[in-house]
């Protein structure tokens, strides 16, 4: 059970990517925490598995890169549960290990699609509702490849860094009318997006973290689970680190 037991009661959260990795451990905490949650994935047995294993209340099979798929999934979810109080974007994807000069055309677009576009297509459709009722959460889940770059990842980490500079757009468009967004930054953590790259990549990273390790996931769910509670009331537009002291801005 969770220190913070009670801390989402009578609260509603979707996480997309939420079959796996992180948005599936940020979906259990906001379960044992008093919430709701709608998992959103795009795969449906993945999906089935972690609704029962986190006690998720619905789950939506949707691709994010389809506006009109997120439009539809936004609706059926509110229909469900009556409302939206969080949005915690997860999904997200890799894309090639390469550089520039040779990436891939379809693995660029594919990775902006579902890390970018996706993030946009499902803030649009949450904000509506958040501003009506004069309250939201949104957590956009970005990466320290955002802040720096990794070489022979560039679709990644420039769609990280357009989640950075969409959340801080949105989080001060939003910021005097009860909903807040913010990004998380963090480092390489154990999860199956790991699966995605080479060993060589992943030991890269390592090497860039001061504290010699990778993350685990439980860390960066808690900094999420703050970020998307009515603790965050005073920080918005803004990114939090969980990067074992790689980033420090």
């Known amino acids: 059970m969770s220190v913070f037991a009670g801390r989402y009661d009578g609260r509603v959260a979707i996480v997309t990517g939420g079959a796996s990795g992180l948005g599936r451990e940020t979906a259990r905490r906001i379960v044992a925490e008093g919430g709701k949650v709608v998992l959103w994935d795009i795969d449906p047995e993945w999906l089935a598995e972690a609704a029962k294993d986190v006690g998720a209340s619905h789950v939506v099979t949707v691709d994010v890169s389809d506006q009109a798929a997120v439009d539809a999934a936004m609706a059926e979810s509110v229909a469900a549960l009556g409302k939206v109080d969080v949005l915690v974007n997860s999904a997200g994807i890799t894309g090639a290990t390469v550089p520039v000069h040779e990436f891939p055309i379809d693995s660029w677009l594919r990775v902006m699609d579902i890390n970018l576009n996706g993030i946009f297509y499902t803030c649009r459709a949450a ?19 955002g802040k720096e770059g990794n070489p022979n990842a560039s679709a990644y980490s420039a769609s990280k860094a357009g989640v950075i500079g969409l959340t801080k757009s949105l989080g001060k468009e939003l910021a005097t009318r009860g909903v807040i967004a913010n990004a998380v930054t963090p480092a390489t953590f154990e999860s199956p997006i790991l699966a995605q790259l080479p060993q060589s990549q992943v030991d890269y990273m390592l090497s860039k973290i001061p504290m010699g390790r990778l993350g685990e996931v439980q860390e960066t769910a808690a900094m999420v689970c703050f970020m998307a509670s009515e603790e965050c009331s005073f920080t918005t537009a803004s990114t939090f680190d969980t990067s074992g002291g790689r980033t420090t801005f």
């Open 127 to 145: 904000v509506p509702h958040m501003l009506e009722q004069g309250y939201g959460r949104i957590v956009n889940v970005a990466s320290v490849a």
